[in-house]
């Protein structure tokens, strides 16, 4: 990606619902060049999708927490089930498969800490395959919602 397709996606992170014209505008190209970069950054991959960003505070999911689960045994069959099962719980929003003690971390949000509890002890400690979970409450959560490539870093090995 050079300096352009780098401003294109940086700008599109912040403000999805700018116009074509708008974008070119701020990246300081043409309208034209604009779009069928953005058209190529689809094709390869780089742009993957559009999406509005919701308040978790104003739906009334003000409560978020980490949800580490152990999985036994650990194989691809129970991992992805309880996977799939995970999904389809709307108080998850995140799903992570990680190495480590925890073979999955969940990120969820939920109206209040009874709703936290009866998710835990209901919904995940329910399933078989599930034999240990730990949460932590999460006090914040920031995000970075503009994300580009990795800057090249100095090494660290010196020479002479």
Do not use: C, K
């Amino acid at each position: 990606m050079d300096t352009i397709d780098q401003a294109l996606v940086r700008e599109l992170q912040a403000d999805a619902s700018i116009t074509n014209r708008e974008l070119a505008r701020r990246v300081g190209v043409s309208p034209s060049t604009a779009l069928e970069r953005v058209r190529a950054l689809h094709r390869r991959g780089v742009l993957t999708g559009y999406h509005a960003e919701v308040s978790l505070r104003a739906l009334g999911r003000e409560v978020q927490a980490l949800v580490s689960v152990r999985i036994r045994p650990p194989t691809r069959d129970r991992i992805d089930a309880f996977l799939a099962y995970a999904d389809g719980l709307p108080e998850i929003l995140d799903a992570y498969l990680v190495t480590g003690h925890e073979d999955i971390i969940l990120h969820a949000a939920v109206t209040e800490t009874d709703a936290l509890y009866g998710l835990v002890i209901d919904h995940l400690t329910a399933r078989p395959e599930v034999i240990d979970v730990r949460t932590s409450i999460v006090y914040a959560h920031r995000r970075q919602y503009v994300v580009g490539p990795l800057p090249p870093r100095a090494s660290t090995h010196e020479t002479g």
